[in-house]
């Protein structure tokens, strides 16, 4: 295509096509990289996680994370890469951003499950979960998940040096959905709905009863049979307490009202 010379102007000449072409297709491939945010060269991946380490411990957390995820695009088979993209999640991990590094993490356990921090991942995916356990009152499927990712980091990496931190959590998301069972169970209590109340106290007792809130539970469930005139049943349910927790708070109060009862 020419463009066509004005009137009285022979300074102008038209461009030719190869020109305008060449020109066109210099800008796309100089400016390619700049809008997509890529570099114009590929820097090797040793390099480039050399930068990512490096802006990693300044805790330059988006340049750190800019060095590891162009390392995991361009050189995927690198041996650099699974580590590359681990810790594109530890970035997000290490600012609070547990939403963004729960994907990360997990795309790494997925495509990794035999790499040497492939137990670390896992770690970090339960972390994720259990740095964002909501309160009491709130829904706990976060909480269910945080359990279930310790869970499958004991199963499948007994060994990992990270296990007995995994086993303690594991018992503090037991408790807090203990916890949350109990707190159903009072909220049904206040509104009088005792027979409502009744299968929350028993989810504590059978699948929650190697937590603290077993004995709670047993109590508050005597005390609910009590409420709807079953006392030979709330007897049984005590004297189970007594006899399974007899150093809790709630086997002293439960033998006071045995004593109670009996004099």
Same mark, same amino acid.
């Given at each position: ?90 970035? !997000?991990? +290490?600012?609070?951003?547990? %939403?963004? $590094?729960? #994907?990360? /993490?997990?795309?790494?356990? =997925?495509? @990794? ?74 909220? !049904?209590? +206040?509104?009088?709905?005792? %027979?409502? $109340?009744? #299968?929350? /106290?028993?989810?504590?007792? =059978?699948? @929650? ?55």
């Amino acid at each position: 295509m020419q463009i066509p010379r004005r009137s009285g102007d022979p300074r102008r000449r038209p461009l030719r096509r190869g020109a305008l072409a060449g020109a066109a297709i210099t800008l796309l491939l100089s400016g390619c990289s700049y809008l997509s945010g890529r570099p114009n060269t590929v820097a090797p991946a040793a390099k480039l996680y050399e930068d990512g380490e490096r802006f990693l411990l300044t805790e330059k957390y988006p340049a750190a994370r800019e060095q590891f995820a162009w390392l995991v695009e361009r050189h995927p088979e690198s041996e650099l890469a699974p580590v590359a993209r681990f810790l594109v999640g530890e970035t !997000y991990y +290490r600012t609070k951003d547990f %939403e963004k $590094a729960v #994907p990360e /993490f997990e795309s790494f356990v =997925t495509l @990794y499950p035999s790499n040497q921090i492939a137990d670390l991942g896992q770690y970090r995916l339960a972390l994720s979960y259990f740095d964002q356990m909501p309160s009491l009152e709130r829904d706990q499927k976060i909480t269910s998940q945080a359990l279930t990712e310790f869970q499958k980091l004991i199963r499948l990496y007994p060994e990992s040096r990270y296990a007995p931190d995994a086993i303690v959590k594991i018992e503090a998301c037991r408790l807090r959905l203990a916890q949350k069972e109990l707190w159903i169970a009072a909220f !049904y209590v +206040r509104q009088g709905k005792y %027979e409502s $109340a009744l #299968p929350r /106290f028993d989810t504590v007792i =059978t699948t @929650y009863g190697r937590t603290q809130a077993a004995p709670e539970a047993l109590y508050q469930k005597a005390d609910t049979l009590v409420r709807l005139g079953r006392s030979d049943e709330a007897a049984t349910v005590l004297k189970r307490l007594v006899d399974e927790f007899p150093a809790s708070e709630w086997s002293r109060r439960a033998r006071e009202r045995q004593a109670a009862r009996g004099a």
